[in-house]
């Protein structure tokens, strides 16, 4: 297990180095560019480490599997090290892209009206709530919203891996078919708008803006959830996954 | 040293022909060093185990010894033993045939030696 | 006595039985030629006794212990499939770093002394090989590591014949100095035929036959002689292939040769890949 992260963590390394070079040099240059322009009423604010670091996680994870399958399966490595390997290598991800993200906001911050994700979601509680306790909240929602997307894109990688060549068109059609053009049709026609209040529903537990208030902290306690599904659900898919030619 | 794998003798045979016949011909001097099973593996291309059932035949007959953890050495008298050997498989392989032949054309005993005879003075 | 052991392994693609209760031992300190038209079962049973697959029935053991999911086992195989498995991006040296991290006991040194006699650059990605050197590389990694088991599915692939003849003499001169297991899994024999000492070969994913390359070997011979003569001669023997040029006739007998063989017939040893392409024929099998 140590040794598969290892091979995990170094193979991330670059890449992570990457889209965080990328990130910078787009945040500086649109906050030296907006803050020359600026003039007496002109309002700007830079964001966007949260959301690439989230966006790159997700495709981490729906490319990390297959080759790196392919490659242990080759030394020997057991499908459970590759797994536990590759959780505890999501994890610190997810940690250091946390505190990278925040760390780089606070700098910025510095120089520019940067403003993060969470920042912007929570900006009320912004001026109530204890700053330390703040910080530890936003360290753990941007964690768990990359650890989740991770495991949706591993989870996702393994499922199209496991299919058939028909499993794989029939999902391809069906899942976004479904979500995007049955279910809303069927929810104007028969189901009454329960779909969308379900949607709805679902947007306000994602984002922790819930009736009696907002809770920043529900949404990091249904990312561990999912995640820990997820995580079961690619376990079952990977603990009978075969090298394919 | 030479191998025929279309020959119909086996691999392992001819290996212990072939160091024989360095051996008599004094190639591997008596109380020197024969070639490893190493060596013979590696230039005749041949699996090591196969190499080491040719060698083992003469060990077995007395040719080679082993020294521990040095290899294989030439035994003293190596050349006289083969002689031997040879010449009884000389007699065996040819003279034997020979006769067999000479009865069949009705060769008599004086005929076949008088034969000899002029084979030598060729 | 330490081996690889299958017992009755099967593997079933849908209706295809590529492997049918195939029972065999790899043992300690061994080379070993697995024979088989393509399509016999080699690469699946290879596949399988390294996990990369999950046998349908059956059990492999490694050394005593069942093999499937279990590291410790598996660590003492390194399998080099025709499959390209390292990632494209991942240069030589790296397969190198990475077996040695994974395998320990990698023989840097040796290795990188491989790649110059091969004329291998290992700083080169491995997707960016030829086919000659994508074998070779991956040779060059069997050689180097320290593995009790060495499985090699085609190993000369695309290999010139020389570079196929250094991989002989490269694979005794390590195999003097580090007796271990070697299997080469092959349908081109003729060449490997004298470094082996066992030889299986597997046919419709079935093990036709497993013996000693001297005892195969030497479970036939060739006769030649004019046409006539040698149709006398195989008239009721069992012949595995027949070939005629002009009035001459060479045919492959199943068998040992008689004493009483016409003097003016030759006979020969059996060429292993003649017997081999008539073993795996049609029916031909009936023959053992």
Redesign the interface.
Known sequence: MKLTSKYYLNSLRNSFLMAFGIILGLSLSFGIVLRSAQSENLDYSISGFELTFMIFTLVTGLVSFRESFRFFQQNGISRKSQFTGWAVSLLVLSAVEAVVAILSGRVLGLFFNYRGIFNQLYQTLQTSGNPALLLVQEFLWVCMACLVLGWAGFSFALLYYRLSKMGKILVSILVPGTLFILLPMADQHFLGGSYAWLLEKAGMLITGYLPGGIYPMVPVAAALVCSAVLAVLSWLMMRRAEVRS | MKLDTALETPIYLQIAAGLEDGIFMGAYPEETQAPSTTELSVSLQINPATVLKGVNLLVEEGILYKKRGVGMFVSKGAQEKIREKRQNAFYEGYIRPLITEAKKLGLKEEQLLKLLERGYQE | MNAITCTQVSKNFGDVKALDQVSLSFEEG??YGLLGRNGAGKTTLL?CI?????PTGGEVYVDGETAL???KE??K???M?Q?E????E?TVNKVFY??G???GGFDLEYAQNLCQKFGLDPKKKTSKLSTGYRSIYKLITALAVDAPYILLDEPVLGLDAGHR?MF??EL??N???K?RTIVLSTHLIEEA?????EVIILHNGRVMCHKT??EL??SG?TVSGKQSEVDAFIAGKKVLSQQSIGGLKTAVIYGK?EEDMPQTLE???M?LQKLFVAMTEENGGELL
């Open positions: 061994k080379i596949n390294t996990g990369r697959m999950f999911e279990n590291e598996l660590k195989i390194f399998y499939g499959q498995l390292y990632p494209e991942m990475w077996t991290q994974f395998y003849e002989y003499r005794l001169e195999y003097a100095e007796p035929a004298s470094l082996l000492e390359c001297e070997l030497h011979y040769p006979t020969g040893r060429d």
